[in-house]
Nanobody, 127 residues
């Protein structure tokens, strides 16, 4: 059974930074692309960032490009999301997800391309 456990969320002020982590167990982490999504209250889940299995390709939502950085440590089976210059509109539950595919240079942006999800970590940005 695959398990994904997020951590690092919290309450911060606009302009601050946070680093989210996602520890993965139950599969060979380096075989799969990974992604971050977020869901704000009353809103649909939206794509944030994705990274290919060896980290040679990264994709970002327009709303976070230039502020957020996705990375991974395959030796530690851990996914990261460095979030800088946070804005109140970044407030959401952030979820990490494992892709169902293991293609090279593949960093999918659609939720249906992911088969396992974490429970999420809350990020709240005050103005």
């Amino acid at each position: 059974q695959v398990q994904l456990v997020e951590s690092g969320g919290g309450l911060v002020q606009a302009g601050d930074s946070l680093r989210l982590s996602c520890a993965v167990s139950g599969r060979t982490f380096s075989n799969y692309a990974m992604g971050w999504f977020r869901q704000a209250p009353g809103a649909e889940r939206e794509f944030v960032a994705a990274i290919s299995r060896i980290g040679d390709r990264k994709t970002y939502a327009d709303s976070v490009r230039g502020r957020f950085t996705i990375s991974r440590d395959n030796a530690k089976s851990t996914l990261y999301l460095e979030m800088n210059s946070l804005k109140p509109e970044d407030t959401a539950v952030y979820l990490c997800a494992k892709s169902s595919a293991s293609f090279n240079y593949y960093a999918p942006t659609r939720g249906r391309e992911y088969d396992y999800w974490g429970q999420g970590t809350q990020v709240t940005v005050s103005s």
